[in-house]
C-alpha cells in the first residue's frame, strides 16, 4: 500500500490512539510485532532495521532484526476497518477516497499523479501530470513516429526468429554431418581391415 505522506486522515483525531504507529505517527499499515510485543507499521520497522537500529520501545531496546518480526493477526480485522476509513490524496485533493482504494485512485485517476508518456518505450523522455497527458500526446513526435517503429519492432523480430531458425538448422546439419563423418569412418575401417585380411590371403 502507498505511504501515509501521500495522503491524510479527514477524520483523524477520531482514531484511537491505540490504533497508531509509533514511528509514522499514522494509524498501522500492514503491522508486524517485534520481539517485545510491540506493534509498528510494517515498512516502518523495516527501515529501522535496514540502517541497524535498535528496537524503539524503550524497555525493550534489542537489536533489531528481520527475523524477529512477525504479522499481527489480532489486528486483521481492525486493519480491514482502518482500510475503510475515508483519506484526502494530497497530490490533487481529491476527498473521501477508501484509504484501500487509494492506490488505485494514484495509479489510476489522480490528475496530480507523474506518469510517463505512452512512447517512453520508443524514446519520448516525457514525464509529467496525468492531466497533462493528452495535450502532451496530440505533440508527441514520438507516439507519431510509432506505426512506423512498430513495423520495424515486427521486421526486427521477425529477423530475430529467421535466425534463431537458421541456428537450430545449423546446429541440426552439424549433428547430421557429424553422425555421417562418423559412420564414414566405420565404414573405412573396415575396408581398411578388409584389405589387410586379402592382402595376407594372396601372400599364403
Same mark, same amino acid.
Given at each position: 500500500?502507498?505511504?501515509?505522506?501521500?495522503?491524510?486522515?479527514?477524520?483523524?483525531?477520531?482514531?484511537?490512539?491505540?490504533?497508531?504507529?509509533?514511528?509514522?505517527?499514522?494509524?498501522?499499515?500492514? &503491522?508486524?510485532?517485534?520481539?517485545?510485543?510491540?506493534?509498528?507499521? !510494517?515498512?516502518?520497522?523495516?527501515? @529501522?532495521?535496514?540502517? !541497524?537500529?535498535?528496537?524503539?520501545?524503550?524497555?525493550?531496546?534489542?537489536?533489531?532484526?528481520?527475523?524477529?518480526?512477525?504479522?499481527? &493477526?489480532?489486528?486483521?480485522?481492525?486493519?480491514?476497518?482502518?482500510?475503510?476509513? $475515508?483519506?484526502?490524496?494530497?497530490?490533487? !485533493?481529491?476527498?473521501?477516497?477508501?484509504?484501500?482504494?487509494?492506490?488505485?485512485?494514484?495509479?489510476?485517476?489522480?490528475?496530480?499523479?507523474?506518469?510517463?508518456?505512452?512512447?517512453?518505450?520508443?524514446?519520448?523522455?516525457?514525464?509529467?501530470?496525468?492531466?497533462?497527458?493528452?495535450?502532451?500526446?496530440?505533440?508527441?513526435?514520438?507516439?507519431?513516429?510509432?506505426?512506423?517503429?512498430?513495423?520495424?519492432?515486427?521486421?526486427?523480430? @521477425?529477423?530475430?526468429?529467421?535466425?534463431?531458425?537458421?541456428? $537450430?538448422?545449423?546446429?541440426?546439419?552439424?549433428?547430421?554431418?557429424?553422425? @555421417?563423418? @562418423?559412420?564414414?569412418?566405420?565404414?573405412?575401417?573396415?575396408?581398411?581391415?578388409?584389405?589387410?585380411?586379402?592382402?595376407?590371403?594372396?601372400?599364403?
Amino acid at each position: 500500500m502507498t505511504s501515509n505522506n501521500s495522503y491524510e486522515y479527514i477524520d483523524r483525531a477520531n482514531i484511537d490512539e491505540k490504533l497508531i504507529c509509533e514511528l509514522c505517527h499514522n494509524p498501522f499499515i500492514d &503491522p508486524v510485532v517485534t520481539q517485545c510485543g510491540r506493534t509498528y507499521c !510494517g515498512q516502518c520497522i523495516e527501515q @529501522k532495521i535496514e540502517i !541497524g537500529l535498535h528496537c524503539p520501545s524503550q524497555s525493550c531496546y534489542q537489536l533489531l532484526s528481520a527475523a524477529h518480526l512477525a504479522p499481527n &493477526p489480532t489486528l486483521r480485522l481492525i486493519i480491514s476497518m482502518l482500510d475503510n476509513l $475515508k483519506v484526502r490524496c494530497r497530490l490533487c !485533493g481529491e476527498t473521501n477516497i477508501n484509504r484501500r482504494n487509494f492506490d488505485e485512485h494514484i495509479q489510476e485517476s489522480s490528475p496530480e499523479q507523474r506518469i510517463d508518456c505512452a512512447g517512453r518505450n520508443v524514446g519520448c523522455p516525457w514525464s509529467g501530470p496525468r492531466n497533462e497527458h493528452s495535450e502532451h500526446t496530440k505533440t508527441c513526435l514520438f507516439e507519431k513516429l510509432r506505426p512506423m517503429t512498430d513495423s520495424l519492432h515486427k521486421v526486427i523480430k @521477425k529477423q530475430s526468429l529467421d535466425i534463431e531458425e537458421l541456428q $537450430k538448422q545449423t546446429e541440426q546439419q552439424k549433428t547430421e554431418f557429424g553422425q @555421417k563423418i @562418423k559412420t564414414l569412418e566405420k565404414e573405412i575401417n573396415t575396408l581398411k581391415s578388409s584389405m589387410k585380411f586379402l592382402s595376407r590371403s594372396i601372400y599364403l
